[in-house]
């Protein structure tokens, strides 16, 4: 079937990965003349029309279409998260829609400058500051630091935004990280034995190589998240949720995992002897080559 340019009006039906919208030619062709969907519908193109209610299919994810119709009917960006941006973008990409691409890069460009206004303290700050006996950032707003390499020990962060910050190679030993957003944080490679993590939010933070033994992860969220080599010995993981966490080749003896959720969490190689696995779900763990020795199985289930 091929659509009639001239009736720009008319109602055009769509299943875009078998989510169904309803628009108009005006809508699909005017704001992006040059786009793939403009084309679809500019009348040269035969396009495939399902036979019972006449939806035209396109094989494409259709949860953010709906923001690809917005856009074209008002031409404003909507406002997402930034994993959510960039699913959008992907999809502008594939539909050619080249204001909305723009749009979408301005949007990030702008939350990264003004998450960069908001940061509290610098680099410079940070370091004049631990100088002291007692040091406190509790409540701060640290996103986007980079506080690598510095002695960072029995300093206290709980409540602080720490997203994106940078730790890789800093001595955190001691320190307090309760209830903090430490979204997507680099912490390769540093010192954080004995610190207190409880209810903290780490999710797809990069802790491999970290020195974690004794450390308080307790109801933290650490989906996501890269253990890759850390020695997480006597570590309390108590209910933490560990879902698509690599922990290949981690040390986790006499770990408290009681309760800790492990769906699809990778485990290739760790050390888990002595550790305390009671009522863990292990069935949908990665578990090849990893040593359970001793390890407190009661209740788990394999």
Not at 63 to 82: A, E, M, Q, S, Y
Not at 90 to 116: F, N
Not at 251 to 263: I, V, W, Y
Not at 276 to 294: C, I, P, S
């Amino acid at each position: 079937m091929a659509y009639d340019s001239e009736s720009s009006s008319s109602m055009v039906r769509l299943n875009i990965g078998g989510r169904k919208f309803c628009t108009t030619l005006d809508t699909l062709t005017q704001r992006e003349p040059d786009s793939m969907l403009a084309a679809m519908f500019s009348g040269r193109h035969t396009i495939c029309q399902e036979s019972e209610k006449g939806h035209i299919f396109v094989d494409r994810d259709g949860k953010h279409f709906r923001h690809i119709l917005n856009w074209l009917r008002d031409g404003v960006i909507p406002p997402l998260k930034d994993s959510e941006y960039a699913q959008l973008l992907r999809e502008a990409e594939y539909y050619q829609l080249l204001g909305l691409v723009d749009g979408i890069k301005s949007a990030l460009s702008k939350r990264k400058e003004d998450e960069e206004l908001g940061t509290e303290l610098t680099r410079i700050d940070i370091i004049k500051c631990i100088q002291s006996d007692r040091v406190r950032f509790r409540g701060i707003n640290l996103s986007g630091l980079d506080l690598s390499k510095l002695d960072l020990s029995f300093v206290d962060f709980s409540y602080a935004c720490l997203k994106t910050v940078f730790f890789s190679r800093a001595n955190l030993q001691c320190a307090k990280f309760r209830d903090v957003d430490a979204e997507a944080s680099i912490f390769h490679n540093a010192t954080l034995r004995e610190c207190e993590f409880t209810g903290a939010n780490l999710r797809g933070a990069v802790l491999a190589g970290a020195n974690l033994q004794s450390a308080n992860l307790q109801d933290a969220c650490l989906i996501g998240c890269s253990f890759c080599g850390a020695d997480l010995r006597s570590a309390h993981l108590q209910t933490a949720d560990l879902t698509n966490a690599n922990l290949e080749g981690a040390n986790l003896e006499g770990a408290n995992l009681k309760g800790a959720k492990l769906t699809n969490a990778n485990l290739k190689g760790a050390n888990l002897q002595r550790a305390y696995l009671r009522h863990v779900n292990l069935r949908d763990t990665h578990l090849e080559g990893a040593k359970l020795d001793g390890a407190n199985l009661l209740g788990a289930i394999r």
